[in-house]
């Protein structure tokens, strides 16, 4: 368990939280650029002082304004990659996974050093010099350094802001691999809510240096608070599913959500596996009756739960079943000429096309 209650004056800003998390997994801090969530991981890693307030982690006290307890950082066992790699450009790759071996307070096992090495790919890398590698590379190998180091705690400090959009793919499966193949807590600071949705097991909706929401992805999805920060046409439902069936040849996949099924892009996928998929409100078409005769591969029965104005448009909640719930934006006059109301009977239109599920464990948890 992770508990953090401070607060700290800079200047105009104020940093105000009180947050209790679930450990292990990946706890996401979201939000805007200025929000307070370095300052925050900063406190949390001993790098920063002048707050109020109390750190504990795992029943281990690490700060106590009130009873002057201040672990001092190198004491706290917590791996840092930060938004640059920062590693020691005179050291070979497998110099700087050593120097993270030394800080462990116990030297890792040869076996070890090989599962970290071949959990994040990095031995065909091992003799060359960062300045060799790709900006890809170089984060992979400072996760390795951190991992060797044998960590309480990993805070990811925006780790994949200074690569394009090419690298971040290159490094999100293997943060994946992280969170799923091992036990270690994750603070991942993030301000891109495609990372958030990936990865994350809990997530904090940050603003103005306070907590605005907290849940788990597919509750925070459906928040008030993130619609503010992401926008228009990045809102909509998160779902957890579990793959029925796969069809190789097209690379589709039937996926269970509430009482229905989706068929979705799902690689290297298999059946059993737990699936996240997010359904964006803009691309969900809703209809009255039930169609006939469309190319839409998707069609799910539900119960209209909440319409919400959202700008010049309307947000529909609809319940597709077991208190699954999917968005979607429509005009304000098609709320108004399909007559729709809470409690209405509706089918929700999905394309395939338009989604992709994420494998989010190594097992299905049903």
Request: glycine share 10%.
């Amino acid at each position: 368990m992770l508990h953090i209650a401070l607060r700290q004056q800079r200047g105009t800003f104020t940093l105000d939280v009180n947050i209790t998390a679930s450990t292990p997994g990946v706890i996401a801090l979201f939000g805007r650029s200025g929000c307070g969530k370095t300052t925050l991981v900063n406190l949390l890693a001993g790098l920063s002082q002048g707050a109020q307030g109390r750190i504990v982690v795992d029943d281990q006290v690490w700060f106590d304004s009130e009873r002057g307890v201040q672990v001092p950082a190198e004491l706290r066992r917590i791996g840092y990659v930060f938004q640059d790699a920062r590693l020691f450009p005179h050291y070979s790759v497998r110099g700087n996974l050593e120097y993270g071996a030394k800080r462990a307070p116990q030297p890792p096992s040869a076996a070890r050093f090989d599962e970290v090495v071949d959990l994040l790919g990095l031995a065909p890398l091992l003799q060359r010099r960062p300045g060799g590698l790709s900006g890809g590379e170089r984060q992979r190998v400072a996760l390795g350094r951190a991992l060797l180091s044998q960590p309480r705690l990993l805070l990811l400090d925006e780790p994949l802001a200074s690569l394009d959009a090419a690298r971040r793919e290159d490094v999100l499966p293997w943060l994946e691999r992280l969170r799923d193949q091992l036990q270690i807590p994750m603070v991942f600071v993030s301000h891109q809510y495609d990372e958030v949705l990936r990865l994350a097991t809990e997530v904090l909706v940050m603003d103005d240096g306070r907590v605005v929401a907290q849940g788990d992805v597919a509750s925070i999805s459906l928040a008030p608070a993130l619609r503010a920060i992401v926008g228009p046409d990045a809102i909509g439902a998160v779902l957890d599913g579990h793959i029925e069936r796969m069809d190789t040849a097209t690379g589709l996949a039937d996926v269970r959500v509430g009482e229905g099924l989706l068929q979705l892009l799902c690689a290297d996928a298999s059946i059993g596996r737990r699936v996240r998929v997010q359904l964006r409100a803009r691309d969900i078409i809703l209809a009255t009756v039930e169609p006939q005769g469309l190319s839409v591969r998707n069609q799910l029965r539900g119960t209209l739960c909440r319409i919400s104005p959202d700008g010049d448009s309307d947000l529909i909640e609809v319940d597709i079943g077991g208190g699954t719930r999917v968005l979607s934006r429509i005009t304000r006059s098609a709320t108004q000429q399909l007559q729709l109301r809470p409690g209405l009977v509706l089918w929700v239109l999905v394309k395939a096309v338009s989604t992709r599920g994420y494998i989010f464990a190594p097992e299905a948890t049903a």
